[in-house]
């Protein structure tokens, strides 16, 4: 499990290693929710958009003892601004916008497999003087998820837990390298 994260982590950064090179500000940080846990990259740019790559463990299931593995997936969404408000040397900005998403995890049956899809954040995100930054933010998945059946070969079905679970809160701690 800890080497498909690393080989999702290499090939992220390749990707991503030309718009990381571009970006105006990069931030790197931490992931912490009851339903997911990992790795977050921000990548802010001069027009005000930003691109949020994170590789994360589904930890669904996991904090009830329904399961006993967890799942991993990484997304990436492209950020827009929808409001930010400045107090002194405080920020706090409102962003979101569309993504995508590609893992490997369990259905509501337990079966695990390959998920892939569509998804949207949302995010509040708070920076003060220093170069830590808070979020808080919710996302959402529509989009499938393949499992392997001994009789019936591989079986396609809707990946609800994407939708089901977007309520949960997300946080991430983010430093940011200037």
């Known amino acids: 499990m800890k080497i498909k994260m690393l080989i999702t982590i290499v090939l992220v950064t390749w990707i991503f290693g030309e718009r990381i090179a571009c970006s105006q500000t ?17 990548l802010e740019t001069k ?11 589904d930890l669904e299931g996991i904090p009830r003892g329904r399961y006993d593995k967890p799942g991993y997936k990484a997304d990436c969404h492209l950020l827009f601004t929808a409001r930010e408000f400045n107090f002194g040397k405080s920020a706090l900005s409102l962003t979101g916008g569309p ?37 808080l933010g919710f996302t959402a998945m529509l989009g499938c998820h393949m499992s392997s059946n001994p009789v019936h070969g591989s079986t396609l079905e809707f990946h609800s837990l994407g939708v089901r679970y977007a309520y949960i809160p997300e946080i991430t701690i983010r430093y940011r390298f200037l």
Do not use: D, M, W
């Not at 990069?26 to 921000?42: Q, V």
């Not at 954040?121 to 920076?127: C, K, V």
């Open 26 to 42: 990069t931030e790197l940080g931490i992931l912490s929710s009851p339903k997911t846990a990992g790795i977050s990259l921000l």
């Open 47 to 57: 027009s005000g958009t930003a691109t949020l790559v994170r590789t994360c463990f």
């Open 99 to 135: 993504g995508a998403v590609v893992g490997y995890t369990h259905n509501t049956k337990g079966k695990y497999g390959v998920i892939a899809g569509v998804s949207g954040t949302f995010q509040a995100t708070l920076r003060s003087g220093s170069p830590l930054s808070l979020s």
